[in-house]
C-alpha cells in the first residue's frame, strides 16, 4: 500500500480532537502534500473542516479487532483524542489494533492525565486507570510501533467547567480544596495540549515514552487566589481525604468521587516546570489566569443557565 509519508488518523471530534486537528494544521511543518490527515467519527463533523481533511465514519467503540486493523492500516500514525467514557477494554484494543496494523508506525493513545505509573493499580478509578496501565504495559513490551502518552494533567476545562469535579463552582459561588488547599495540581488547557503533540508529532522527534505537558502546577488554595483577584466573591470549602474517601465507600459506583479521590490523595497528579516538555523547548502555554481571562464570562454565563 502506497501511503504519504505521514497519514494521521485522528480519532475524536470532541474537544481535544478539534484542539489537535487546528495546531497541527497550523504547525509549520505541516503540508497537505506530505501530511494527510483523515479524521474517524462516529457521526459527521457538526463544523466544517478544511478542504484537505478527510473523514472516515465508525464506532470503535464497538468495532472489532480486525475491523480496527483494517482502518488503521491506511495509516502511518494514530492519534486517539477521545475516550473519557469508552466502555472497560475498548482502550486496550485500540492499542493492540495499532500494534497489529502493519503500516501504523506511530500511535499516541487517549492518556492525556495524570500520571498513572505512580498512581498504579488498584486506585479509587481503578476501572479505568487499571487498563490505561495495561496499555502502557504492552507499548513497552513491543518494538513495532513507536509510541508517546501525554501526561498533561488536569484539562483547564474540567477543573473550572465540570462543577461536579467540585472544585469550582460558579452557580453556588464555592471553590474547595480537594484534600487540603496546599494540594497540587497540574493543568493544562486542551489548545496547549494540541499545540505540544502537534510540536511532537511534527517536529520534535521524541522517543516512545511519557511526555509531561502543563499550563502551570498550582495549589487550590492559588486558584482561589486567582479568583479572587479575578473579583469574585467565592466561599471557600476545604474537602478532608477522609471525608472523600467516606462517600467513595457510600457511593463506590460514582464517578466524579473517584476522580475526587485521586486528586484529593494529590499523588501523581502534579510535577515541576522542569519536567515539562514545553517549558524545556521553551514554550509558553497558557496557566489559569490567562485561561481564566479569556473564558471566565462564558464559564458565569453558562453557570447562569444562558446557555
Known amino acids: 500500500m502506497s501511503l504519504p509519508t505521514n497519514s494521521i488518523l485522528l480519532l475524536g471530534k470532541g474537544e481535544l480532537g478539534t484542539a489537535l486537528l487546528t495546531s497541527l494544521t497550523l504547525h509549520p511543518f505541516y503540508s497537505p502534500t506530505t501530511t494527510k490527515i483523515t479524521l474517524l467519527t462516529r457521526s459527521p463533523p457538526s463544523y466544517s473542516l478544511p478542504a484537505n481533511i478527510s473523514t472516515h465514519q465508525a464506532d470503535i467503540t464497538t468495532a472489532t ?4 486493523i483494517s482502518i488503521f492500516n491506511s495509516h502511518t500514525t494514530i492519534i486517539q483524542a477521545s475516550g473519557f467514557a469508552f466502555p472497560p477494554g475498548t482502550h486496550l484494543n485500540i492499542a493492540k489494533a495499532a500494534i497489529s496494523a502493519p ?10 492525565g495524570v500520571d498513572y505509573d505512580i498512581i498504579g493499580k488498584g486506585s479509587a478509578h481503578k476501572v479505568l486507570f487499571d487498563e490505561f496501565l495495561e496499555v502502557r504495559e504492552l507499548l513497552r513490551s513491543q518494538e513495532i510501533i ?3 502518552i501525554f501526561s498533561s494533567g488536569l484539562f483547564m476545562s474540567f477543573l473550572f467547567g465540570v ?12 471553590v474547595r480544596g480537594l ?7 497540574t493543568v493544562t488547557d486542551v489548545e496547549g495540549i494540541g499545540r505540544m503533540v502537534a510540536e511532537v508529532v511534527l517536529s520534535e ?9 502543563g499550563g502551570e502546577t498550582v495549589t487550590y488554595d492559588e486558584v ?4 479572587a483577584e479575578m473579583g469574585m466573591d467565592m466561599r471557600r470549602e476545604e474537602i478532608l481525604l477522609d471525608e ?39 514554550i509558553k502555554l497558557r496557566g489559569v489566569r490567562e485561561w481564566l481571562s479569556e473564558n471566565l464570562d462564558g464559564l458565569l454565563q453558562d453557570s447562569s443557565g444562558g446557555y
Open 65 to 68: 479487532l480486525s475491523s480496527l
Open 103 to 112: 503500516n501504523v508506525k506511530y500511535f499516541i493513545p487517549w492518556q492525556f
Open 146 to 148: 513507536k509510541w508517546n
Open 163 to 174: 462543577k461536579e469535579f467540585g472544585v469550582v463552582d460558579f452557580e453556588q459561588r464555592v
Open 179 to 185: 484534600g487540603g488547599w496546599g494540594n497540587k495540581v
Open 205 to 213: 522527534k521524541v522517543e516512545s515514552r511519557v511526555v509531561y505537558i
Open 224 to 227: 482561589a487566589d486567582v479568583l
Open 244 to 282: 472523600i474517601r467516606e462517600r467513595l465507600r457510600e457511593n463506590p459506583g460514582d464517578k466524579m468521587v473517584r476522580y475526587q479521590t485521586v486528586f484529593a490523595e494529590g499523588v501523581g497528579v502534579w510535577w515541576e516546570k522542569e519536567k515539562m516538555l514545553n517549558w524545556r523547548l521553551g
